[in-house]
């Protein structure tokens, strides 16, 4: 078993910039494509992005442009990096292993308890 802890995020204005993170436990972390994902009030969890253990990325249309995953093998972390906020993108922010960097791929692990990012003036 994988477990995620999330950590970054916060209230920041339109326009503004986070960074979050995810450390994952586990020797295994390396070997799994890793995503980021979000769900905002009243919506279902949806893939933000996510990065294969080569690199490969994949985003959503939605932050194309604005946000940069990353990831660090030796750490077991995986990083977002989002700029441009808008309040669209208020929500809490997960990540998860996966086998393929895309939307229809299944999340491996449990969820963790996620970290909130909240964009309002």
């Known amino acids: 078993q994988v477990q995620f802890v999330e950590s970054g995020g916060g209230l920041v204005q339109p326009g503004g910039s986070l960074r979050l993170s995810c450390a994952a436990s586990?020797?295994?972390?390396?070997?799994?494509?890793m995503g980021w994902y979000r769900q905002g009030p009243g919506k279902q969890r949806e893939l933000v992005a996510a990065?294969?253990?080569?690199?490969?990325?994949n985003y959503a249309d939605s932050v194309k442009g604005r946000f940069t995953i990353s990831r660090d093998n030796a750490k077991n972390t995986v990083y977002l990096q989002m700029n441009s906020l808008k309040p669209a993108d208020t929500a809490a922010y997960y990540c998860?292993?996966?086998?393929?960097?895309?939307?229809?791929?299944?999340?491996?692990?449990?969820w963790g308890q996620g970290t909130q990012v909240t964009v309002s003036s």
């Open positions: 586990g020797t295994i972390f390396s070997f799994y494509a």
């Open positions: 998860n292993a996966q086998l393929l960097p895309t939307a229809q791929a299944i999340p491996l692990f449990d």
């Open positions: 990065i294969t253990s080569g690199g490969t990325l």
